[in-house]
């Protein structure tokens, strides 16, 4: 039978158990593209037309319920993405042609790298891509665009012609973790016996200085996490954005709703000082894939150091404790490298409809992909690991 698709303008109009069943049997599944995260994107108003962000989201079947879905959106902007497609925009205007509206199918405000296409088979991706694109020239968008796919759903896209973009974000992998007879990292100062011995001493001088300005560090998992604790989240991320002069993309009301519906997926630290919180950070947690996610973080406070610790020196030694496998460090930030996370490639998709931007887009890529190869050398030239201790 042919392949039917379908474009539902709210998530609720697909059923949760199809999703997250289609989302689990698909590669590298993550938290951030379950129902419940979509769900409360668009409930809370954090993903909806008035934000630029209309839901299309499709699903594809051959009479016999959905084989494969998306998240897709038609947007307005280019706000929230981590893949930066400004450049294009500008010159789609300078030739007189219109860059919004465009596609996207991604996890709005998250650069997490996972699955994208939640497809039953290599088909039913297909299936997908090629609706994408249907629905591209009905919605007159210029363009299509994948963000952080798995990689099946990269090739599909290279198979159905997609232009490939690559970027670098850093993480950490537990030591031999792709060796079942290898020992992972016994403790945080285990991890740290593996660094050259000047990335070593900083890391020993940067928890030190947190120590000695009297502060203690809590975590918090799952139903562990208080209404309060969130309160308090949402306070130092909403000021960590205004700092910027920005406010944020995401409402207390969406943490409130994922707090209640993927209490599981949240791993929180929160500094304590003088008896009084001061700053936090929030984690993504996927225990049966063995990641957890750096997120979010904010600070009520100046300390020094102390965003290191809660974003990366207490996470890692929790993830080593618990015996977790990878920690994403989130988008860009080559300083990551000084605290072992490596860089790793990541990728996006895209399809324009004008083939003359499309020609001039592949060139540009092209020399972009031999530049990012060129630094990726450069950083593992630079890696801060013992010879020894990477295998």
Not at 173 to 186: E, F, L
Not at 243 to 264: C, I, W
Not at 378 to 387: I, M, Q, S, Y
Request: glycine fraction near 8%; proline fraction near 6%.
């Amino acid at each position: 039978m042919d392949w039917q698709a379908r474009a539902h303008t709210d998530p609720r109009e697909i059923n949760a158990d199809t999703w997250n069943t289609l989302l689990a049997a698909s590669p590298q599944p993550t938290p951030f593209m379950r129902h419940e995260w979509l769900l409360a994107l668009h409930e809370q108003g954090c993903a909806t037309p008035d934000t630029g962000w209309a839901p299309l989201f499709l699903a594809v079947d051959r009479g016999q319920g959905a084989e494969g879905v998306c998240a897709l959106y038609l947007k307005s902007h280019s706000y929230g993405e981590y893949v930066f497609d400004w450049a294009w925009a500008d010159a789609h205007e300078r030739a007189g042609l219109r860059y919004y509206p465009k596609l996207l199918c991604a996890s709005p405000f998250t650069p997490v790298p996972g699955a994208r296409l939640l497809a039953r088979n290599d088909e039913a991706r297909q299936a997908l891509l090629s609706a994408i694109v249907q629905w591209g020239a009905e919605t007159g968008s210029s363009s299509a665009h994948m963000l952080f796919p798995n990689e099946p759903d990269a090739a599909a896209a290279r198979a159905a012609g997609w232009l490939m973009r690559q970027g670098v974000q850093f993480h950490w992998t537990n030591r031999h973790a792709d060796q079942p007879d290898a020992a992972p990292y016994a403790s945080f100062e285990d991890f740290t016996a593996s660094l050259h011995r000047d990335k070593r001493k900083k890391i020993q001088q940067e928890r030190r200085r947190v120590r000695d300005a009297g502060v203690t560090v809590q975590a918090r998992e799952g139903a562990q996490i208080t209404p309060a604790d969130w309160d308090f989240f949402y306070r130092c991320y909403e000021r960590t954005y205004l700092a910027h002069g920005n406010p944020p993309y995401l409402s207390r009301d969406f943490f409130r709703q994922v707090g209640k519906t993927m209490g599981e997926h949240w791993l929180m630290f929160t500094a304590v000082h003088e008896g009084q919180p001061i700053a936090t950070s929030l984690i993504g947690l996927d225990r049966p894939q063995g990641v957890a996610y750096g997120r979010y973080w904010g600070a009520l406070q100046h300390i020094p150091c102390l965003h290191f610790e809660l974003c990366y020196y207490a996470p890692l030694a929790w993830c080593i404790d618990q015996g977790l496998q990878r920690f994403e460090g989130g988008a860009q930030g080559e300083h990551k490298m000084a605290r072992g996370l490596m860089p790793v490639s990541t990728w996006s998709a895209h399809w324009l409809r004008d083939p003359r931007f499309a020609d001039a887009v592949d060139r540009y890529l092209a020399r972009e992909r031999a530049g990012i190869d060129a630094y990726m050398d450069e950083l593992n030239d630079r890696a801060p690991f013992k010879r020894e201790a990477t295998g």
